[in-house]
T-cell receptor, first 114, second 113 residues
Framework: DTGVSQNPRHKITKRGQNVTFRCDPI?????LYWYRQTLGQGPEFLTY????????KSRLLSDRFSAERPKGSFSTLEIQRTEQGDSAMYLC????????????FGNGTRLTVT | AQSVTQLDSQVPVFEEAPVELRCNYS??????LFWYVQYPNQGLQLLLK??????LVESINGFEAEFNKSQTSFHLRKPSVHISDTAEYFC???????????FGQGTELSVKP
């Protein structure tokens, strides 16, 4: 168990640019989640996958955000035309399907939009 | 839909003192409840969870939480804190089918010598 891996750790971009983050879950986990966390707040749910199927998207996820998990393994989160309000820590987590298997979180990707 | 309220944003305490971090939840269905901890510059880690059965659950490092259905609470307690317990603590809820977690705003526990 190597844990959930997220890349890059930090990303600084200019407003209007597109960015893409990658998440590699724990290998035997078939559920994968994306959260966003801003300073002083708890993680906010964005979306989650079971295998390659995207089962739920938060209303927070505007049309500029898209997530994929093409082969049911790693996932990418893309933000198009970034805005300063997108600056946050983006967290990925994975879990197994069974019941209330706890979420295992990665260390996150910190995005700064200038 | 579920929601979580952590009633204290910051809790400063002295080392070896007892502490309670408060958490209330709202849900129209049965829930699972969790406490996660985030140490400085580290990712979120599961501290303890309530799924069913005994309403008192414990972690390996001396924390405990009690599920109180009538008061819709899941407060976290430790009888004697250490400097190393300084961290951000998050309460979270999911429906009893598992799936996504809804987190509270977090409580920053600061343990002073």
């Amino acid at each position: 168990d190597t844990g959930v891996s997220q890349n890059p750790r930090h990303k600084i971009t200019k407003r209007g640019q597109n960015v893409t983050f990658r998440c590699d879950p724990i290998s035997e986990h078939n559920r994968l989640y994306w959260y966003r966390q801003t300073l002083g707040q708890g993680p906010e749910f964005l979306t989650y996958f079971q295998n390659e199927a995207q089962l739920e998207k938060s209303r927070l996820l505007s049309d500029r955000f898209s997530a994929e998990r093409p082969k049911g393994s790693f996932s990418t989160l893309e933000i198009q035309r970034t805005e300063q309000g997108d600056s946050a820590m983006y967290l990925c987590a994975s879990s197994s399907k069974t019941g209330a298997s706890p979420l295992h979180f990665g260390n996150g990707t910190r995005l700064t939009v200038t | 839909a579920q929601s979580v309220t952590q009633l204290d944003s910051q809790v400063p305490v002295f080392e070896e003192a007892p502490v309670e971090l408060r958490c209330n939840y709202s849900s129209s269905v049965s829930v699972y409840l969790f406490w996660y901890v985030q140490y400085p510059n580290q990712g979120l880690q599961l501290l303890l969870k309530y799924l069913s059965g005994s309403t008192l659950v414990e972690s390996i490092n001396g924390f405990e939480a009690e599920f109180n259905k009538s008061q819709t609470s899941f407060h976290l307690r430790k009888p004697s804190v250490h400097i190393s317990d300084t961290a951000e603590y998050f309460c979270a809820v999911s429906n009893n089918q598992g799936g996504k977690l809804i987190f509270g705003q977090g409580t920053e526990l600061s343990v002073k010598p």
